[in-house]
């Protein structure tokens, strides 16, 4: 008994060897030159650019197709104001101990601190909820499979697509996160999974030094 429907492949475009090999090393050397930065301008980005990058995220695999994920994208700048003081109220306790001396340490290379004010600066912050129910179709509530590894994807799509588009991103993870929660008028059920800064970067914008030592392709992977 047939259980499901199939349809032709009929977009992928398949490219001569030597093409394919441009073009993952032309791939390879764009993100090369995407850097998390920390100082934002605040030049307005259109919103037509976000919604092009969610919907390019929104094309990621998950489990079932349930496609577990919302994007909540944010510019108007009370509500920056709101993320930004409940983030650095939580980033306090953070930095005053709570994180324990290892993971302290591990970020100073970093220049880190409790003050987050890209988070009100920035023209877009985008949060990202994960469902652990959902469905194909929005209002289901069947079982979500792979929540973790499909959100994962998706906001590694939504970097990469923001960076392609000609902007700078921050990831940010506060903990807790549950303040987003409410300032974005999401459900209890779902979880905040990350937040994301977007937009041009600050003229006088810098890298860590730190952030730019990528581990080699021999320390990432085997070839067996």
């Known amino acids: 008994m047939k259980t499901h429907a199939n349809i032709p492949l009929s977009d992928f475009i398949e ?8 073009r993952s090393a032309e791939f390879y050397t764009s993100m090369q030159r995407r850097h998390s930065i920390r100082q934002f301008s605040d030049r307005d ?4 650019i976000i919604e092009n990058c969610i919907k390019a995220a929104g094309t990621a695999p998950s489990g079932a197709n349930h496609q577990p994920w919302h994007f909540v994208a944010m510019q108007d700048d009370d509500i920056k104001r709101q993320v930004r003081d409940a983030a650095e109220a939580h ?3 953070f930095y005053a101990g709570r994180a324990g001396d290892e993971w ?9 601190d409790a003050q987050k004010p890209y988070l009100a600066h920035a023209p877009w912050l985008i949060a990202i909820f994960s469902q652990k129910k959902g469905g194909v179709q929005t209002g289901e509530k069947h079982t979500n499979y792979y929540v973790h590894e499909s959100v994962g994807i998706a906001t590694g799509m939504l970097i990469t697509a923001l960076h392609q588009s000609g ?5 940010h993870t506060p903990k807790p996160m549950s303040f987003l929660t409410k ?7 779902e979880r905040p999974y990350m937040l994301i800064i977007a937009g041009y970067p600050a003229a006088n914008a810098t890298v ?4 730019r030592n990528k581990k080699s392709l ?3 992977s085997t070839f067996i």
Request: aromatic letters at 2%; proline letters at 12%; glycine letters at 4%.
């Open 167 to 171: 902007l700078v991103t921050l990831t």
């Open 104 to 112: 302290i340490n591990a970020l100073k290379p970093l220049g880190t």
């Open 218 to 220: 021999t320390q990432i």
């Open 91 to 93: 980033e306090q306790a």
């Open 183 to 189: 300032i974005c008028g999401r459900p209890e059920d």
């Open 15 to 22: 490219y001569p060897v030597d093409e394919m090999i441009a």
């Open 45 to 48: 980005v259109p919103q037509s």
């Open 208 to 211: 860590p030094e730190h952030a």
